[in-house]
């Protein structure tokens, strides 16, 4: 069945540095993948969007690249801000099923 | 406009009783779904509604149920409560459930 990987957590960054958070995917059809982002004691924020291969998603500086070829959906941000500290998780929607699959989530957080 | 908005926040159960959770989806979203959040499952897929209608059905025991009102808002329930049933139940809305969910911030529910 259709999964999601991300890389294990927690990464600690200091401000200013550059962010990566690796995604990979397993899907029969043509997914569109989002990231969300969780911060303490609340819900699930979209944070970005693709819903096909080589659309890029960004929002608030995180970008991340629908690459079909290597079936993944990396989030990146070039400088993070100590307001970035959250869990982020990755997910894919195969359309006509109405529901996500997520990753296991990566908890980053950001030192002044 | 306004988010999506569930109600309670928080819920103490015992074992063997039964509960329900609110939520209402933001004006205009006909797509309704529900997720459970755990640290060791991470985040599960429910089900689905969708004008009244269940489109999707997650890997749940039958305890798990959930209906949709004619003005789009939707209950669950769980009946028969378990330990193991202590989680955060999210609550998401969509236009027609193919252009990303707009999560709620959850309620936590916890049976001893």
């Known amino acids: 069945g259709d999964s999601v990987t991300q890389m294990e957590g927690p990464v600690t960054l200091s401000e200013e540095a550059f962010l990566t958070i690796n995604c990979t995917y397993t899907?029969?059809?043509?997914?569109?993948l989002f990231w969300y982002v969780q911060y303490p004691g609340e819900g699930l924020q979209l944070l970005l969007k693709?819903?096909?291969?080589?659309d890029k998603g960004s929002n608030k500086g995180f970008e991340a690249t629908y690459r079909k070829e290597t079936t993944s959906f990396h989030l990146e941000k070039g400088s993070v801000q100590v307001s970035d500290s959250a869990v982020y998780f990755c997910a894919l929607s195969d359309t006509g099923t109405y529901k996500y699959i997520f990753g296991t989530g990566t908890r980053l957080k950001v030192l002044a | 406009k306004a988010g999506v908005t569930q109600t309670p926040r928080y819920l103490i159960k015992t074992r063997g009783q039964q509960v329900t959770l609110s939520c209402s989806p933001i004006?205009?979203?006909?797509?309704v779904s529900w997720y459970q959040q755990t640290p060791g499952q991470g985040l599960q897929f429910l089900f689905e509604?969708?004008?009244?209608?269940?489109?999707n059905k997650g890997n749940f025991p039958g305890r798990f149920s959930g209906r949709q009102f004619s003005n789009s808002r939707s209950e669950m329930n769980v009946s028969t409560l378990e330990l193991g049933d202590s989680a955060l139940y999210l609550c998401?809305?969509?236009?027609?459930?193919?252009?990303?969910?707009?999560f709620g911030s959850g309620t936590r529910l916890t049976v001893v």
């Open positions: 693709a819903t096909k291969a080589d």
């Open positions: 509604y969708f004008s009244e209608t269940q489109r």
């Open positions: 899907a029969t059809g043509y997914p569109s």
């Open positions: 998401a809305s969509s236009e027609d459930g193919n252009y990303g969910y707009t």
């Open positions: 004006s205009g979203h006909r797509s």
